[in-house]
C-alpha cells in the first residue's frame, strides 16, 4: 500500500522559516519523480515544486522561487521542502505527490497545514 506522509507544517510568522517533509513508503521511491503542491483557502490546488527521480533538476515555481527548495534522499525514501521567507500568501495544505506525470500524480499525501500570520 503506498503511502505518503507530510510533516512539518505549523505555525510561523512572516519571514520565518519552515521545513517540509514527505516520508514515502509502498513505492520504489528512488524510481519516482517527487512534487509538492498546495491549497490556499478558497483557491485551486498550485504546483509548488518537483524534482526527479535521480535528485537532479530541481524546479519551483514563479511564485516561490528564491524562497523554496525542494531535495530529496532517496536512501531514507524522503523528499523536503526548506521554506524561508515565508509571507501570509503561503498559507496554505501543502501535499507531497509521486509519480504520474508534472500536474496529475499517481500518489497524493493527506496534506500538511501551514499558516503564516503577518
Known amino acids: 500500500q503506498v503511502q505518503l506522509v507530510e510533516s512539518g507544517g505549523g505555525l510561523v510568522q512572516a519571514g520565518g522559516s519552515l521545513r517540509l517533509s514527505c516520508a514515502a513508503s509502498g513505492i520504489t521511491f528512488s524510481n519516482l519523480d517527487m512534487r509538492w503542491f498546495r491549497r490556499a483557502p478558497g483557491k485551486e490546488r498550485e504546483f509548488v515544486a518537483a524534482i526527479k527521480w535521480s535528485g537532479s533538476s530541481p524546479y519551483v515555481s514563479d511564485s516561490v522561487w528564491g524562497r523554496f527548495t525542494i531535495s530529496r534522499e532517496n536512501g531514507k525514501n524522503t523528499v523536503d521542502l526548506q521554506m524561508n521567507s515565508l509571507k501570509p500568501e503561503d498559507t496554505a495544505i501543502y501535499y507531497c505527490?509521486?509519480?504520474?506525470?508534472?500536474?496529475?500524480?499517481?500518489?497524493w499525501g493527506q496534506g500538511t497545514q501551514v499558516t503564516v500570520s503577518s
Open positions: 505527490a509521486a509519480g504520474g506525470t508534472m500536474f496529475r500524480p499517481a500518489y
